[in-house]
């Protein structure tokens, strides 16, 4: 009796699992756009996203031109957006925005854009050119958009793919000061702040440029040294000038001092 239970259980298991199946695949292989337009929207109100994006997509061809043809293009790429496939999402806002420009569909889509392209970059060791593309996409959003209840959100990216490519350009220089080419790493860390003078990093990039002089300064022949303590002296200015109450004001001052008594000699 007991084993007569177990294998009932199992063959009801079984037979929802198949009807439940059943049910997407028959709407799947349906001509019944009512139908599968409803279906579509049954699945993606439970927060099935991939299957949603399925019959949406199936469902392309046969509202072209009709007024659910906007709606169905967005709810395609709002699947897949919600399911996570940022890739295909973009692609599906990108298509949407320049079939339906006018939609009431299309502040959102083109913002939703930018999220699958702010979603799909990569932290700032990595390739940037996803990054650009993503703020090109947020400052034409901001342009088109400037009252947008977006709006917030925009510059939070913005700031955020900013600071990353600003850290990107940091780091690179100061490679050179890690690996001891102080000379190097003096002339890449200036060119970060002509690249970008208001790189959110430009506290450190300014200490590592006082710091890479003085290393430099320091390890030279004699016949080189006043020279680049005086190039040393300059740079420590220019940095106490502008971060008085730096945390690296310490540092720089030994630095400062140490020249100072060879420049007396």
Do not use: W
């Amino acid at each position: 009796m007991k084993y007569i239970k177990i294998a009932v259980l199992f063959l009801t298991l079984a037979l929802t699992a198949i009807s439940c199946k059943s049910q997407y695949d028959l709407l799947h292989q349906s001509t019944d756009v009512e139908e599968v337009y409803k279906g579509a929207f049954r699945y993606f109100e439970a927060g099935k996203y991939l299957k949603a994006a399925d019959l949406f997509d199936k469902l392309l061809l046969s509202v072209r031109g009709t007024n659910r043809d906007d709606t169905v293009q967005f709810y395609l790429g709002l699947s897949n957006y919600r399911y996570g496939d940022y890739v295909i999402a973009e692609a599906n806002f990108d298509q949407f925005i320049s079939v339906f420009p006018r939609s009431p569909f299309t502040e959102e889509a083109k913002y939703l854009r930018v999220e699958c392209l702010y979603g799909s970059t990569y932290r700032y060791e990595l390739d940037q050119l996803p990054t650009y593309k993503a703020m090109s996409a947020i400052n034409l959003f901001l342009y088109e958009y400037p009252n947008s209840t977006y709006l917030k959100r925009m510059r939070d990216m913005l700031v955020d793919l900013q600071e990353r490519l600003d850290r990107k350009s940091f780091e690179s220089a100061k490679i050179y000061y890690t690996i001891e080419d102080y000379k190097a790493a003096a002339y890449a860390l200036k060119n970060v702040l002509r690249e970008n003078a208001n790189n959110q990093y430009r506290e450190e990039v300014l200490y590592y440029i006082v710091a890479a002089n003085y290393q430099y300064a320091i390890n030279s022949v004699p016949s080189k040294q006043r020279e680049r303590f005086l190039s040393l002296v300059d740079e420590y200015y220019n940095f106490v000038s502008e971060f008085p109450d730096s945390k690296y004001k310490k540092e720089t001052d030994k630095m400062f001092e140490r020249a100072q008594q060879y420049l007396k000699k």
